[in-house]
């Protein structure tokens, strides 16, 4: 069973929304560090939010207004709500899971990794 499955990619015109949702398995604790990156075509994966096990949140500057991440622990799921979308946003997003706090924004911080889900801006 794969620790993280990513879901709520597609296509969307720009100005758009978009919910990602992200099902962890029973290996991932409810008080898990949970965040999202993202990593468009020739890029790095980039840092979009965390949340902590105690609802701490951190923002990646570019998505801050528009994006939030929640979690729903009794699911043991988290989601990333896109708001006003641009083309710039077109990337595939992961899931990442690590079982300790603080604030995780770095993609070598985190143990756990989703297999991605395809978001595509159009202008």
């Known amino acids: 069973q794969v620790p993280l499955v990513e879901s709520g990619g597609g296509l969307v015109q720009a100005g758009g929304s978009l919910t990602l949702s992200c099902g962890a398995s029973g290996r991932i604790v409810s008080w898990a560090t949970m965040g999202w990156f993202r990593q468009a075509p020739g890029k790095e994966r980039d840092f979009v939010a965390s949340i902590g096990g105690r609802g701490n949140i951190y923002y990646a500057d570019p998505v801050k207004g528009r994006f939030t991440i929640s979690r729903d622990n009794a699911r043991n799921t988290v989601y990333l709500q896109m708001t006003s979308l641009t083309p710039e946003d077109t990337a595939v997003y992961y899931c990442?899971?690590?079982?300790?706090?603080?604030?995780?924004?770095?993609?070598?911080?985190?143990?756990?990794w989703g297999q991605g889900t395809q978001v595509t801006v159009s202008s």
């Open positions: 990442a899971a690590v079982q300790t706090g603080g604030q995780k924004t770095r993609a070598n911080e985190y143990d756990y």
